[in-house]
């Protein structure tokens, strides 16, 4: 496939890098991409009209471009617009979707959100009033085993409880899982730094809640500070959640707070240090909820950062001193890479999940 990128009127960044980008990211994914310019709104919109499987635009500053991200026709469900400055969620057409705030980085993101949504597309499923209270469900062609109840797999996306990360963080992983036999549920939830802590924690459990009840166990894979929301989440569901899997998880937020991991990141998305909300970082804070009653995968790459290294070896051995069923899976990989298909780590804690599950 081809994914098409739209450069919209005084769009800031080089030319030059945004094609590079544009040739790099999507052979990595076996697809090809192409930049096209426009001058102004008209041949924005114009552009838009063209024959082309997936779309990602860079709007620009100017409002007349901007007014094209509500518009609905059948581009809509195939475009990724893509603010490259923190400008906060903005409202688009439905069936489109937006990212905002990760700079030029984000284009790679964007790329790779379209190709994995024109090519494994979710349905999303809303549990909540609110546009970021979501789960992306996507069933698998035949199930993982016949004749047994078959485990939903729900992933919590991380990026430092900020709202400029997604669950399109989670997309090549959920595209795997439901490969491998998986129903799965990817959780978009909202994030503290817009809406507060209280409301993070209960959109990741009315999430895990409407994961149909006639449905089979559930495996909760939680992503860096998503990996604190996934642990939290299964202590408070222990009769539902059959496995919850860390993956290079933030698992001990008073020792994250007073280190200032993610430059200070805990204390922000909890609203204060450790020494002023005791009660709201144990009752939070996975290490200081143990035992979780529910069997624990913390998977770790040894090239992340040293505080990840140290927290998934403390957890893990705090886990199984409380009673709890704790593995511990180190392997050669940095921060991201527990979250890539295409990855060693990954392949071995696929072998994990089944063996446990098993």
């Given at each position: 496939m081809r994914v098409t990128v739209l450069i919209g009127p005084e769009a800031p960044g080089d030319r030059r890098l945004i094609e590079e980008i544009a040739a790099a990211e999507p052979a990595r994914l076996s697809a090809s991409g192409q930049v096209l310019a426009a001058s102004d709104?008209?041949?924005?919109?114009?552009l838009l009209t063209t024959p082309a499987e997936a779309y990602v635009v860079l709007p620009g500053p100017l409002a007349e471009a901007r007014e094209l991200m509500t518009e609905p026709g059948p581009h809509a469900a195939r475009t990724v617009w893509l603010d490259l400055h923190h400008t906060g969620p903005a409202r688009?057409?439905?069936?489109a979707a937006h990212i905002h705030g990760r700079g030029l980085d984000g284009l790679a993101w964007a790329l790779r959100h379209a190709v994995h949504r024109t090519r494994h597309p979710a349905r999303r499923v809303p549990y909540g009033g609110h546009p970021d209270q979501w789960a992306d469900v996507r069933l698998p062609a035949e199930p993982r085993r016949a004749g047994a109840e078959t485990p939903v797999a729900v992933l919590v996306h991380g990026g430092f409880w900020r709202s400029i990360w997604a669950a399109d963080l989670m997309d090549a992983a959920a595209v795997d899982l439901a490969g491998r036999g998986f129903p799965v549920w990817n959780l978009e939830y909202r994030r503290p730094d817009a809406h507060g802590w209280a409301a993070t924690t209960a959109d990741v459990a009315a999430g895990l809640a409407a994961v149909s009840a006639g449905s089979g166990p559930l495996v909760v894979l939680g992503h860096s500070a998503g990996g604190t929301l996934a642990l939290r989440a299964a202590a408070d569901a222990p009769g539902r959640?059959?496995?919850?899997?860390?993956?290079?998880?933030?698992?001990?937020?008073?020792?994250g707070d007073r280190r200032r991991m993610g430059n200070g990141a805990v204390a922000m998305a909890l609203g204060g240090h450790v020494t002023d909300l005791p009660e709201v970082y144990a009752q939070a804070s996975p290490i200081d909820r143990l035992p979780l009653g529910v069997p624990q995968l913390i998977v770790q790459g040894r090239g992340d950062e040293a505080d990840f290294v140290d927290v998934g070896?403390?957890?893990a051995r705090a886990a199984r001193a409380a009673g709890d069923e704790a593995v511990l899976l180190e392997r050669p990989g940095g921060h991201f890479d527990v979250i890539d298909p295409g990855s060693a780590i990954w392949q071995a804690m696929i072998e994990e999940i089944f063996r446990l599950l098993s």
């Amino acid at each position: 496939m081809r994914v098409t990128v739209l450069i919209g009127p005084e769009a800031p960044g080089d030319r030059r890098l945004i094609e590079e980008i544009a040739a790099a990211e999507p052979a990595r994914l076996s697809a090809s991409g192409q930049v096209l310019a426009a001058s102004d709104a008209p041949a924005l919109r114009a552009l838009l009209t063209t024959p082309a499987e997936a779309y990602v635009v860079l709007p620009g500053p100017l409002a007349e471009a901007r007014e094209l991200m509500t518009e609905p026709g059948p581009h809509a469900a195939r475009t990724v617009w893509l603010d490259l400055h923190h400008t906060g969620p903005a409202r688009v057409a439905d069936g489109a979707a937006h990212i905002h705030g990760r700079g030029l980085d984000g284009l790679a993101w964007a790329l790779r959100h379209a190709v994995h949504r024109t090519r494994h597309p979710a349905r999303r499923v809303p549990y909540g009033g609110h546009p970021d209270q979501w789960a992306d469900v996507r069933l698998p062609a035949e199930p993982r085993r016949a004749g047994a109840e078959t485990p939903v797999a729900v992933l919590v996306h991380g990026g430092f409880w900020r709202s400029i990360w997604a669950a399109d963080l989670m997309d090549a992983a959920a595209v795997d899982l439901a490969g491998r036999g998986f129903p799965v549920w990817n959780l978009e939830y909202r994030r503290p730094d817009a809406h507060g802590w209280a409301a993070t924690t209960a959109d990741v459990a009315a999430g895990l809640a409407a994961v149909s009840a006639g449905s089979g166990p559930l495996v909760v894979l939680g992503h860096s500070a998503g990996g604190t929301l996934a642990l939290r989440a299964a202590a408070d569901a222990p009769g539902r959640v059959a496995l919850a899997v860390s993956l290079a998880g933030v698992l001990d937020l008073a020792e994250g707070d007073r280190r200032r991991m993610g430059n200070g990141a805990v204390a922000m998305a909890l609203g204060g240090h450790v020494t002023d909300l005791p009660e709201v970082y144990a009752q939070a804070s996975p290490i200081d909820r143990l035992p979780l009653g529910v069997p624990q995968l913390i998977v770790q790459g040894r090239g992340d950062e040293a505080d990840f290294v140290d927290v998934g070896r403390r957890h893990a051995r705090a886990a199984r001193a409380a009673g709890d069923e704790a593995v511990l899976l180190e392997r050669p990989g940095g921060h991201f890479d527990v979250i890539d298909p295409g990855s060693a780590i990954w392949q071995a804690m696929i072998e994990e999940i089944f063996r446990l599950l098993s």
